[in-house]
Nanobody, 124 residues
Framework: QVQLVESGGGLVQAGGSLRLSCAASGRTFSTYAMGWVRQAPGKEREFVASIMRTGSNTYYADSMKGRFTISRDNAKNTVYLQMNSLKPEDTAVYYC?????????????????WGQGTQVTVSS
């Protein structure tokens, strides 16, 4: 089992950047593929990005490609989401989540462990 704690959210102006971090507990962090999921007010949760266990492969939702970058540091048990060129429609609670290797990265049901979320608000 792994416990996840996100940080780094906040208020930023449109066009700005934020870097989210997700710290994981336990010695099994490197065995999980990781992902970021977000939920905007009044909307369902949606896939943002995912990264494989070694960081060798990354995946993004189409609307995030070129603006967001997911990375991980297995020595620090941490996964990151660098968000650039932020837009008001990026306003959401961002969740870090872990899934088993081989599961479908874009399917929210693949993610077994979730953090509590961190709020990102982008003002226009």
């Amino acid at each position: 089992q792994v416990q996840l704690v996100e940080s780094g959210g906040g208020l930023v102006q449109a066009g700005g950047s934020l870097r989210l971090s997700c710290a994981a507990s336990g010695r099994t962090f490197s065995t999980y593929a990781m992902g970021w999921v977000r939920q905007a007010p009044g909307k369902e949760r949606e896939f943002v990005a995912s990264i494989m266990r070694t960081g060798s492969n990354t995946y993004y939702a189409d609307s995030m490609k070129g603006r967001f970058t997911i990375s991980r540091d297995n020595a620090k048990n941490t996964v990151y989401l660098q968000m650039n060129s932020l837009k008001p429609e990026d306003t959401a609670v961002y969740y870090c989540a872990a899934r088993n290797y081989g599961s479908t990265y874009s399917s929210l049901s693949s993610y077994m462990y979730w953090g509590q979320g961190t709020q990102v608000t982008v003002s226009s």
